[in-house]
């Protein structure tokens, strides 16, 4: 059977819309209580500026894992904390090596190669500390010798950006940086009418074989709102984990009661019924 997949232009433009109404502001409060950026603003208290680097390194094997992902943060923060006023930089690899074999698990091997890979790469660790984050993300892809819109690529910086964000010092995040491409990301943008796609069975997995339209539909919703990709993932992949809710009228309820200190229902409202569009109200 011929499998069809068009981007919705339409639909992308409405997309922006929303999010150029929402503004740049209520965007980046998704960020403050992201889980993953609360376990990064622990590490920093504990570990100052050298949290950048065990972010990045933490980020480019967060994949396979097997914890949710909010667990495994928490878990790799806990873990560092205690633990980094007393780690040199060449130790790096074994204390990886060792928390990847307690909690990372699924292909360690291929993670501990990874891991040594970006260590040995003379310009990371200048690239982490000292440059922009456009600049940062092309080096780190270099190093890893991958392109540099893969999903572990793209997440590194944001992590770098929530470690920089956590102390204090947050970059401005470039447009050209893509989403993340995940799961909860490839349902969400179906959901949302931006993906056409024709087929006898959407899930997760089919969908990330349409992982470079995705990647290009959020781009032009950043376009179009002037909020770069980057930062509207954290708002995308918060709604992700309602996917398995049959209506928008539930998902603004169990939502609403999460956001309803920092946003208000009309908002949670507005945001649902587009990114859930092709759910019954």
């Known amino acids: ?28 409060l998704f960020e403050d209580i992201d889980p993953q950026y609360r376990a990064i603003k622990a590490l920093t208290n504990a570990c100052g ?3 950048q680097l065990l972010v990045v390194l933490n980020a480019l094997i967060s994949y396979r894992l097997v914890m949710t992902g909010e667990e495994y943060w928490d878990t790799f923060s806990r873990y560092f904390s205690s633990r ?8 790096l690899v ?26 040995k790469c003379r310009k990371l660790a200048e690239v982490v500390y000292k440059e ?3 600049s940062a993300w092309r080096a780190i892809a270099s190093c890893l010798g991958s392109e540099p819109e893969g999903k572990t690529i793209v997440f590194a910086v944001k992590m770098l950006y929530y470690a920089r964000k956590a102390l ?17 990301i490839a349902l969400i943008t179906y959901y949302s009418g931006a993906l056409e796609v024709s087929a006898p069975r959407i899930n997760r997995e089919f969908l990330m074989m349409y992982s470079d339209a995705i990647r290009s539909i959020w781009s032009e919703v950043g376009k179009y709102s002037n ?11 918060f709604f992700g984990k309602y996917t398995s809710v049959g209506s928008r009228m539930r998902i603004v309820e169990e939502a609403y009661k999460e956001l309803k200190n920092i946003m208000a229902l009309n908002d949670v409202e507005l945001i649902v019924n587009n ?5 019954p109200p």
């Open 1 to 28: 059977m011929m499998i069809l997949t068009l981007i919705n232009y339409a639909r992308v433009r409405e997309l922006g819309e929303v999010f150029r109404y929402l503004g740049k502001e209520k965007v980046l």
């Open 49 to 51: 500026d050298d949290a």
């Open 84 to 91: 980094c006023s007393e780690i040199r930089f060449e130790e």
């Open 94 to 119: 074994n204390v990886f090596k060792d928390f990847i074999q307690r909690f990372n698990r699924v292909l360690a091997s291929q993670k501990v190669s990874r891991v040594e890979k970006a260590i």
């Open 132 to 134: 922009l984050l456009g």
């Open 168 to 184: 204090g010092r947050a970059d401005e995040v470039p447009m050209e940086i893509p989403i993340p491409v995940d799961g909860r």
């Open 227 to 237: 909020i770069s990709p980057l930062n509207l993932d954290s708002v995308v992949w």
């Open 275 to 279: 990114l859930f569009y092709r759910l």
